[in-house]
């Protein structure tokens, strides 16, 4: 959005996206104050979610997603600080790359040759990579994130229906409520921005979607840990730390641990 008339450290905006918030209104290193800051929720989820995949001795899977969860974010965070094109990729290819992620830990446990899903996945994300640090995508790239997103879904419903565990069962449900909720904050900030500016608060829709998303991926990942702890006969169990936080507790038979 317009500038607030602070002097800004980075130079002229030049990424091809900008949303429903007043530039450097905050500081001058900070392009996007409220969509910058609103990141460190999903790096702290996914820095949970490594320490229990990686303590518990999860499959290296499960901590790379969680890695990618926080790079991402990370990424986010420098794109918003800066508003530079340059700087864009840094957000919205590790969105591509941990949809692939995905889509290895979602559908891996079916795939016959081992070697020919991850290579595959591997070749497109790094061809996406090249492709989209000298194209400036737009609408393009959000059909192609939402089309990836799509081909995850069906296998998660999978998961869902073969899984009995209430509490598992309400881990995927967080699933779909946060993303929906993260997806109409998402659209009412993009819908009604001009609307927003003239608000004496701006809710911040884009910086919701971020909390949310962060929510989203964990719960995303906890249910995907249950189900191949399933898979793996670990005797999975939703416990809650202090009441209230939902994390996956194994316990792996004695020659697999």
């Not at 900008?18 to 990141?39: G, Q, R, W």
């Not at 990618?68 to 600080?81: C, D, P, Q, R």
């Not at 990729?89 to 559908?107: A, F, G, K, N």
Request: charged share 15%; aromatic share 16%; net charge positive.
């Amino acid at each position: 959005m317009e500038d607030s008339g602070i002097s800004s450290f980075w130079g002229p905006v030049t990424s091809t996206a900008e949303l429903c918030e007043e530039n450097y209104a905050k500081s001058s290193y900070i392009a996007e104050f409220y969509n910058t800051i609103s990141n460190i929720p999903s790096i702290l989820l996914a820095l949970i979610g490594l320490t229990s995949a990686l303590r518990q001795g999860f499959e290296r899977r499960f901590s790379v997603l969680h890695i990618s969860n926080m790079i991402l974010a990370i990424g986010s965070m420098i794109f918003h600080a800066t508003l530079q094109h340059v700087l864009q990729q840094s957000d919205e290819t590790p969105m591509v790359w941990e949809m692939l992620l995905y889509m290895y830990v979602l559908y891996s446990p079916d795939w016959h040759y081992r070697s020919t899903m991850p290579t595959f996945l591997f070749l497109y994300g790094a061809a996406f990579a090249v492709v989209h640090s000298f194209a400036r995508f737009g609408i393009g790239f959000k059909i192609h994130y939402i089309i990836l997103c799509l081909l995850c879904i069906p296998r998660m419903y999978k998961y869902y229906i073969q899984t009995k565990d209430t509490a598992a069962k309400r881990l995927a449900k967080l699933y779909v409520v946060t993303l929906f909720l993260g997806t109409m904050c998402w659209l009412f900030d993009r819908i009604f921005c001009q609307k927003l500016l003239h608000w004496y608060l701006n809710p911040q829709g884009h910086a919701w979607w971020h909390v949310l998303m962060g929510l989203n991926s964990y719960y995303a990942n906890a249910f995907m840990m249950f189900c191949r702890a399933q898979q793996r006969g670990w005797e999975p169990q939703v416990v809650h730390l202090i009441g209230f936080f939902p994390y996956v507790k194994i316990q792996k038979p004695k020659k697999q641990e």
